[in-house]
């Protein structure tokens, strides 16, 4: 079914567009899909409003531009084990994935992108912060650029910033298939597979340390390297609403989830699409 032009506004200067004229709940054209890719493309991290989907209009929503894949930590909905619950309880101090990070990248073929959706919302916070890696790589020195490029880091699940991040979701919904600890290594700058554009792939939730190098030999430089990439003027920042989606390339953004609701209540829904090995 034919969608028509969707309108696509920029929200600010470092990357992320809000995308209108769309409705996600019903089938999408390939002109549609095609503009929507471009658009995430463009700008790395995009979104939609009131779109209030079913979980198999959500999943068929994600299969138009990828593999749905489970994550591996927390088990799934029932039924769809590909959508989990991204919770924090009025009761809870800690919020789920509440660090700058890329989604798992301590996997060997870590996702392409992420797609959220917007179920619960406290009354005011709950703010998702997102980064630009294109812009962290190119704004780095030439002499920093020419000594990183061609290293590679080890990226591990169990750091521990991040793993008390999602204790509460794996005391109640575990997945009990999940290894007790994954790590990978890839390079330290990436190049998309897409665009062909270079992105600093380092991140503070689960880059360990360079290759060849102990954790107290990298620390230096990685903590420089973890600032640079969240300066403001690489980031923005989006406001949800019920019914909101923010679609991320994970290849060439980070993301943060600020915790600033204690005592109310946020639930989203997730989907991570498969990607490849970093290169």
Not at 231 to 255: K, Y
Request: hydrophobic share 40%.
């Amino acid at each position: 079914m034919s969608q028509g032009r969707i309108g696509v506004r920029r929200i600010a200067g470092a990357l992320g567009a809000e995308i209108s004229g769309v409705d996600l709940g019903r089938d999408l054209d390939d002109a549609t899909v095609a503009a929507i890719r471009q658009a995430l493309l463009d700008h790395l991290v995009i979104f939609f409003r009131d779109q209030d989907l079913a979980p198999e209009r959500y999943l068929a929503f994600a299969r138009r531009f990828g593999t749905p894949v489970e994550y591996p930590f927390v088990k799934g909905l029932p039924g769809f084990p590909e959508i989990i619950e991204v919770l924090k309880r009025e009761s809870e101090r800690v919020n789920f994935g509440g660090i700058w990070h890329s989604d798992t990248t301590y996997l060997e073929e870590p996702p392409m992108g992420s797609i959220l959706l917007a179920r619960e919302l406290p009354p005011y916070g709950g703010d998702t912060l997102f980064a630009n890696m294109f812009m962290a790589w190119e704004t780095l020195s030439p002499g920093m650029r020419r000594m990183l490029d061609g290293m590679t880091a080890i990226a591990s699940s169990a750091k521990a910033d991040v793993s008390k991040t999602r204790e509460d979701r794996i005391r109640d919904s575990a997945n009990a298939a999940a290894r007790k600890e994954y790590t990978a290594v890839h390079p330290v700058v990436r190049t998309h597979p897409e665009s062909g554009r270079k992105a600093l792939y380092v991140n503070v939730a689960h880059t360990l340390r360079f290759s060849d190098m102990t954790e107290e030999e990298s620390a230096p430089l990685l903590d420089y390297l973890f600032r640079h990439q969240v300066r403001p003027e690489h980031t923005c920042r989006f406001v949800w609403q019920p019914g909101s989606i923010a679609f991320w390339d994970n290849r060439s953004t980070q993301h943060n989830p600020v915790n600033d609701y204690h005592g109310f209540r946020r639930l989203m829904h997730r989907i991570t699409l498969a990607g490849d090995r970093p290169r």
